[in-house]
């Protein structure tokens, strides 16, 4: 009994919790568990492996410059250290020394230690750079700037006669006002509006004034036909008067008189603009209009000293029409060789111009020359024009004619570069032509950028150029780098030249091409009403005092280029016949 009694408790003890609850309902519950939430496991994401970093590009191997060319355009692109390494491994010569310092003075370029300066000024002193790069040595800690060859100031040598617009009276406000408050009918060519304002003013005028008032109507009664009233006006304002402006209206009663067939009224305006005049090709102007009215009045024995009196400014247009028209020598005089060319042209600045000038480095070589002329003996100036002018630089050729120290010269013909060049595809017109406009465009500078966009030598808009690169089928568009080609740009001017000779404004004759090359050919289609078959009327009726001055201008040069050629000069013989002359042929 015993035995079952203890596996009676064992088996009490070994009942679970709630059995034992079930058997004893008084027993305490035990506390009902929460429910648990299962959540979905943490996954940490595994990161995607970092990929191994792509090596930089090696960087191309610099190129470095293999002759002058390619060290010059590493300057001109700001490729410092390319120009550097170019002019290292380049041989002494010329150009070392003025491409070094073309690097150090640059724009933007490293900047330069004080022993380099000093070096290269104590090998070229006479650079053009010199001074610059001496004032650098200064600021670079030099105690005393390094000794260099400084320019010394230049002065005008000279220049062809160019008849030019009389300056306005100064120093009276009426004057001024008239001036502004007649402009708006001088635009519309209203004469009787402007001649209503000028009589209300003549009270307040001084001679001289009245007598610039006085042209100012006149010219718009005489651009318009009404010869009469310009004449009537010109010849009243001009009473009292006894300076230029007394000049100009005396000049227009004699325009307008011819225009009336009035000989001895023509006769007396133009005799008293030569009185009068100051201006050299005015003068010639007016002596040879003169001599024209003299032999209209068939006064024979005043013609030929008249003409002589025009003659004396055989630089002018009107000068070469009256020694044509005498039979004289129409060619500019030349003096004997200049001096010491031999000893110029081994001078250090004159041998890196001809170094550049065989690299295609023709600006440079420019500014070279010029410089020279500027610090050397004044004596040499002749040498270096004839030099430039061997070198085919003639913006440096026209510059120096113009420009030099004090005790520098040159020769008249001197202002007439006759650059062996031929333009790309030929030359189609007379180079002599194209060289004339040339000087009257841009005085040769190939570079020359007008404020309408015009460029070059020729001054030609890049979209004319454009529109006969399409027409030839070779592109659409040419731009301002490419228009500063010389022989491009002559490409193009003649091209144009071409266009309108073809046009029916012009009608083939030369003056009204040159006219339309300056101001267009729809104004010159317009100038034909009142020239009486006269060309040189027409040329002095031409309403643009621009293009009025501009076409006897281009003439002139065109003449004078002919004659330091030994050509004939077929135009001139025309004119001075007073017949119109047509387009010179190739």
């Known amino acids: 009994m015993k035995s079952v009694a203890v596996l009676a408790c064992a088996g009490l003890f ?12 008084l027993a305490p519950l035990d506390p009902v568990p929460a429910p648990q939430t299962v959540s979905p496991p943490v996954t940490t994401p595994t990161p995607a492996p970092t990929p191994a970093p792509t090596p930089a590009p090696a960087p191309p191997p610099r190129v470095i410059p293999r002759d002058w060319r390619g060290v010059f355009a590493a300057i001109d692109a700001g490729d410092w250290e390319g120009a550097r390494l170019g002019i290292a491994a380049m041989p002494a010569g010329p150009l070392k020394p003025y491409a070094t310092a073309k690097l150090f003075a640059a724009r933007g370029s490293p900047v330069v230690a004080l022993p380099d300066i000093t070096a290269l000024l104590a090998q070229a002193p006479e650079l053009p750079q010199a001074e610059q790069l001496s004032r650098l040595a200064v600021t670079r800690g030099a105690t005393q700037a390094p000794a260099v060859y400084l320019p010394r100031p230049t002065i005008p040598l000279g220049q062809a006669p160019r008849r030019g617009r009389t300056r306005p009276v100064q120093g009276e406000p009426a004057a001024d006002a008239l001036r502004i408050a007649l402009e708006p009918f001088v635009k519309v060519d209203d004469g009787p509006g402007a001649e209503a304002l000028y ?14 008032a006085a042209h100012r109507v006149a010219w718009i009664y005489f651009v318009a036909g009404r010869d009469a009233d310009a004449r009537r006006i010109a010849t009243e304002g001009r009473v009292g008067a006894t300076g230029e402006w007394a000049a100009q209206t005396a000049w227009i009663a004699g325009l307008a008189s011819w225009r009336l067939n009035d000989c001895v009224a023509a006769y007396d305006g133009f005799r008293e ?4 005049g100051r201006d050299a090709e005015f003068n010639a102007a007016a002596n040879y209009w003169t001599a024209r009215a003299a032999q209209a009045c068939r006064r024979p024995r005043e013609v030929s000293p008249l003409l002589r009196a025009a003659a004396r400014s055989p ?9 044509e028209a005498l039979g004289m020598d129409k060619r500019l005089p030349q003096s004997a060789a200049a001096r010491d060319v031999d000893h110029v042209e081994s001078l250090p600045n004159v041998l890196r111009a001809a170094a550049l000038v065989g690299v295609g480095r023709r600006a440079d070589a420019e500014e070279l020359l010029r410089h020279q002329a500027k610090i050397g003996n004044p004596v040499h100036h002749r040498a270096l024009i004839r030099i430039a002018a061997k070198m085919n630089l003639p913006g440096a050729q026209f510059w120096l004619a113009h420009f030099g120290p004090v005790g520098a010269s040159s020769d008249p013909a001197d202002r007439y570069p006759r650059p062996n060049w031929t333009p790309y595809n030929g030359w189609r017109v007379d180079p002599a032509l194209a060289y004339a406009h040339v000087i009257q465009e841009s005085n040769f500078r190939a570079e020359a950028v007008s404020p309408a966009g015009a460029v070059g030598l020729m001054q030609v808009r890049p979209g004319t150029a454009g529109d006969t690169a ?12 490419a228009l500063q080609d010389p022989l491009a740009n002559i490409d193009y001017g003649q091209a144009f030249i071409e266009l309108i000779r073809r046009n029916g404004a012009t009608q083939g004759q030369l003056p009204k091409v040159i006219a339309a090359y300056n101001a267009g050919p729809v104004p010159v289609a317009r100038w034909a009403y009142y020239d009486r078959g006269d060309p040189l009327l027409w040329i002095e009726s031409i309403p643009y005092w621009e293009t009025r001055f501009y076409v006897p201008a281009v003439l002139r040069n065109m003449w004078v280029i002919q004659g330091l050629e030994g050509e004939a000069t077929p135009t001139l013989d025309a004119l001075a016949q007073h017949k119109w002359p047509e387009f010179p042929n190739r």
């Open 14 to 25: 070994s009942l679970p919790a709630a059995a034992q609850q079930a058997d004893d309902p």
């Open 470 to 481: 399409r027409a030839r089928g070779t592109g659409a568009s040419v731009g301002t780098a």
């Open 315 to 323: 630089e002018s247009f009107y000068g070469l029409l009256a020694r």
């Open 273 to 276: 603009a030569a009185r009068l």
């Open 199 to 212: 009589l209300q003013a003549v009270p307040t005028l001084s001679y001289e004034a009245r007598a610039e």
